[in-house]
């Protein structure tokens, strides 16, 4: 086996997908802000070949690693963790990560994100507090989508389209799609207990690892518009959503 070097690099452009659910449109009232913690646990990053159904990591860890995509130190522990030893051509990038993403913080001053549990199924989660005592961590479970839990008999209960694109080298993938999946199948519709997101996206040309496993592989994470709290510039402080999380795979041989 041989294993990629890894390199971190910072943001500067915006390039990635949404490791969280959907991306709802912006209103001048609503303020899109970066957390101050947003983990999330990472199971697998990698390819697939949309033909036979392999999955191939290039990160992967059965129990799961607790990254803070707030934090470039959260980002050195994802980067540690990069290897390849398989072959194959693939024609998919996937992501594959905990339903339960944590967050804090706020977007304006005098708002905060209120600590508790808490599911959700309808895009928006009623986390928002003016009481800084009750300020702290939301642990946020998406339980399926379309105002309706995960139902494997209902496609579009467990199957998303997030509204902006994820990248290989720079490259936009195409016809981005989110799972709800059990995490040790990864199967989109099999079934079992519901934990964790799937994201497949077509890449724009496929890449093929058979001649040389060398080379030079990093993640590029942008997380300053995470998420949106409604009608925060007016004084709103209680629904938010999911708006834009940028996440990005680069692989040079």
């Known amino acids: 086996m041989k294993i990629f070097k890894q390199i971190l690099k910072r943001v500067t452009t915006a390039i990635g997908c949404s490791c969280l659910a959907f991306n709802y449109a912006t209103f ?5 802000f970066r957390p101050d913690k ?37 980002l050195n ?13 693939f024609d998919q990038m996937y992501v594959l990560i ?16 209120k600590s508790g549990d808490f599911t959700y199924n309808d895009g928006d989660f009623n986390i928002g ?30 199957r998303g389209i997030p509204a902006v694109t994820s990248s290989l080298n720079g490259t936009a993938t195409s016809n981005l799609v989110l799972y709800l999946v059990n995490k040790e199948t990864k199967t989109p519709g099999l079934g079992g207990t519901i934990n964790g997101y799937l994201f497949l996206g077509d890449l724009a040309s496929s ?3 058979d001649n040389s ?29 999911w708006q834009n999380t ?4 680069s692989v040079e041989q």
């Not at 646990?41 to 990591?57: A, H, P, Q, T």
């Not at 940028?246 to 795979?249: V, W």
């Open 28 to 32: 001048a009232a609503d303020v899109s």
């Open 38 to 74: 947003l983990e999330a646990v990472f199971y697998e990053i990698g390819f697939r070949n949309s033909s036979s159904g392999k999955f191939v990591s290039v990160f992967s860890n059965s129990s799961g690693v607790v990254i803070d995509l707030a934090t470039e130190g959260g």
């Open 77 to 89: 522990t994802l980067s540690s963790g990069l290897s390849l030893s398989d072959s194959g051509t």
């Open 98 to 113: 905990s339903n339960t993403v944590s967050v804090s913080g706020g977007p304006v001053t005098g708002c905060y994100i």
């Open 129 to 158: 507090t003016t009481n800084s005592t009750l300020a702290g961590t939301a642990n946020l479970t998406e339980t399926g989508f379309g105002i309706q839990d995960a139902n494997m008999g209902v496609l579009n209960s467990y």
């Open 207 to 209: 890449i093929n690892l």
């Open 213 to 241: 496993k060398e080379g030079t592989l990093w993640v590029e994470v942008d997380s300053s518009n995470s998420l949106e709290a409604d009608n925060a510039s007016t004084g709103g402080c209680d629904n938010m959503n």
């Open 246 to 249: 940028k996440f990005g795979l």
